[in-house]
């Protein structure tokens, strides 16, 4: 049972063009969310997160958009450059059980010239 | 600091036999997850500690698997005995504990058993 859900396993998009990777979850403790971007043969890194008081992140090209009635969160890359072609996974974690970090499948971001 | 280490990088083994995964976390993390990467299930929770203590091993997928945290600096993940379908990258993560905190990730060890 995945309680956190990346429905998409690929997506191909043209450079200088939005990235949007989508998230679901269902477990409705959940209220601090992560994205991680991983790169072949390396540990993921953390990319940015948002907590469940905001519906909105931004850090540079990054923005993290939550719709908590619609469990929902998504990533959004604009411009999209080829070095962000790689792994991106949504991960969650409650407040309750703080520190426990759940992640989805990951989503595999193309990025064409 | 040097980050989270892992060792080895890669492990090839026979089926049947045991094998030890290592970690050794950022120092002053109270927190310590082992993760395994498969394509189906993506990243999936085995294991954490808290200070050195199991807080949750519901995602240890059979009594081959147990992992234990002797003390702060050290962390091992051990399979015995190994099966092929045991194949798949393991990370290691750790983190301060608490709310808004991030896990910092090893660069894992690719485990293939044959």
């Known amino acids: 049972d995945q309680q956190v859900k990346q429905n998409s396993p690929s997506l191909s998009v043209q450079e200088g063009r939005i990235s949007i990777l989508n998230c679901d979850y269902t477990?409705?403790?959940?209220?601090?969310f992560l994205w991680y971007k991983k790169y072949p043969a390396e540990g993921p890194t953390f990319l940015i997160s948002?907590?469940?008081?905001?519906d909105k992140n931004e850090d540079g090209r990054f923005t993290v958009f939550l719709n908590k009635s619609a469990k929902h969160l998504s990533l959004h890359i604009v411009p999209s450059q080829p070095g962000d072609s790689a792994v991106y996974f949504c991960?969650?974690?409650?407040?309750?059980?703080?520190?426990?970090?759940?992640f989805g499948s990951g989503t595999r971001l193309s990025i064409r010239p | 600091d040097a980050g989270v280490i892992q060792s080895p990088r890669h492990e090839v083994t026979e089926m049947g036999q045991e094998v030890t995964l290592r970690c050794k976390p950022i120092?002053?993390?109270?927190?310590l997850f082992w993760y395994r990467q498969t394509m189906m299930r993506g990243l999936e929770l085995l294991i954490y500690?808290?200070?050195?203590?199991?807080?949750?091993d519901s995602g240890m997928p059979e009594d081959r698997f147990s992992a234990k945290m002797p003390n702060a600096s050290f962390s091992t993940l051990k399979i015995q005995p190994s099966e092929p379908r045991d194949s798949a990258v393991y990370f290691c993560?750790?983190?301060?504990?608490?709310?808004?905190?991030?896990?910092?990730f090893g660069q894992g060890t690719r485990l293939t058993v044959v």
């Open positions: 993560a750790s983190s301060w504990g608490g709310y808004g905190t991030e896990a910092f």
């Open positions: 477990n409705s403790m959940f209220d601090y």
């Open positions: 948002i907590s469940s008081i905001k």
């Open positions: 991960a969650a974690k409650g407040y309750s059980s703080a520190s426990k970090i759940i």
């Open positions: 120092s002053g993390h109270d927190y």
């Open positions: 500690f808290n200070n050195n203590v199991p807080i949750d």
